[in-house]
Nanobody, 120 residues
Framework: QVHLEESGGGLVRSGGSLRLSCVTT????????LSWYRQASGEEREFVAQLTPFGGMSDYADAVKGRFTISRDNAKNTMYLEMKMLKPEDTATYYC?????????????WGQGIQVTVSS
């Protein structure tokens, strides 16, 4: 059974840092595209960052470039989101996602989400 679980969220002051973790079970972790999304209250879920398998290419939303870093530890089946210089507008529920396409099939799994609150 596939399971993704985030941790590391919480309350931080503006300018502070947090590191989110997402531990996965039940998938061939190294073969998956890993992503972080977030959803602020009353808003739609939005893309934050992604990291490809094998080549390790990363991509970021403009709003977080230069402040957030996505990484993976294949030995621990865990992805991370290092967040620095946090702003109040980064306040949201953060979700990790693992996705893989095998041609005709798309596998996409989500964590349950974790709250990050940045106070001004």
């Amino acid at each position: 059974q596939v399971h993704l679980e985030e941790s590391g969220g919480g309350l931080v002051r503006s300018g502070g840092s947090l590191r989110l973790s997402c531990v996965t079970t039940g998938i061939t972790f190294s073969a998956y595209l890993l992503s972080w999304y977030r959803q602020a209250s009353g808003e739609e879920r939005e893309f934050v960052a992604q990291l490809t398998p094998f080549g390790g290419m990363s991509d970021y939303a403009d709003a977080v470039k230069g402040r957030f870093t996505i990484s993976r530890d294949n030995a621990k089946n865990t992805m991370y989101l290092e967040m620095k210089m946090l702003k109040p507008e980064d306040t949201a529920t953060y979700y990790c996602n693992a996705a893989r396409s095998t041609g005709s099939d798309l596998y996409s799994y989500w964590g349950q989400g974790i709250q990050v609150t940045v106070s001004s």
